[in-house]
């Protein structure tokens, strides 16, 4: 499961170096991104096929895993979350959070990343001018996923 290089986003449109922590990632899931299609009921169609309990790299807790939802059957997508300089999972710590689906990275990895909380990994590095020009943070489904496998459970 090699996961690709990453880069950062351009210091121009660093927006906070702050980062986030899940609580907050879900609470502005919540706030800009409930349209019509909630992210928070389509998570209920993902099924974890594999999960990587926390690995330790270069001092960061990661939790890699591959989720496929109902509405792509055979199609699975890395979703991975950071817990940076932490002991143990916890939705109180900052995080990178990290997912290869269209939905995250046309929309929300550059924002995230712009808020210190991602890496880009998968969109093309450019700024999401017309899905998120407020670039607004935020967890698609399959974080949104993870998220509760980790916590909710
Ligand atoms: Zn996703």
Redo the contacts with the bound molecule.
């Keep these: 499961m090699a996961i690709p290089r990453s880069r950062p986003i351009p210091e121009k449109d660093l927006l906070s170096v702050k980062g986030l922590t899940i609580s907050q990632l879900i609470a502005a899931t919540n706030k800009y991104w409930t349209g019509k299609t909630s992210r928070f009921d389509s998570a209920y169609d993902c099924t974890i096929k594999k999960l990587t309990r926390p690995s330790n790299a270069q001092g960061h807790l990661i939790v890699f895993s591959l989720i496929e939802s109902a509405t792509e059957v055979g199609k699975v ?1 890395k ?1 991975w979350f950071n817990f940076l300089k932490a002991k143990s999972p916890s939705e109180r710590v900052h995080v990178m959070a990290q ?1 290869e ?1 269209y ?2 990275l046309f929309r929300m990895e550059y924002a995230n990343a712009a808020h210190s909380a991602a890496r880009l990994f998968y969109s093309n590095g450019e700024p999401p001018d017309s899905s998120n020009p407020s670039l607004h943070p935020g967890l ?4 949104i996923c993870l998220k509760r496998e980790l916590f909710d459970r």
């Design positions: 997508y979703t997912c689906c939905d995250y698609c489904k399959h974080l």
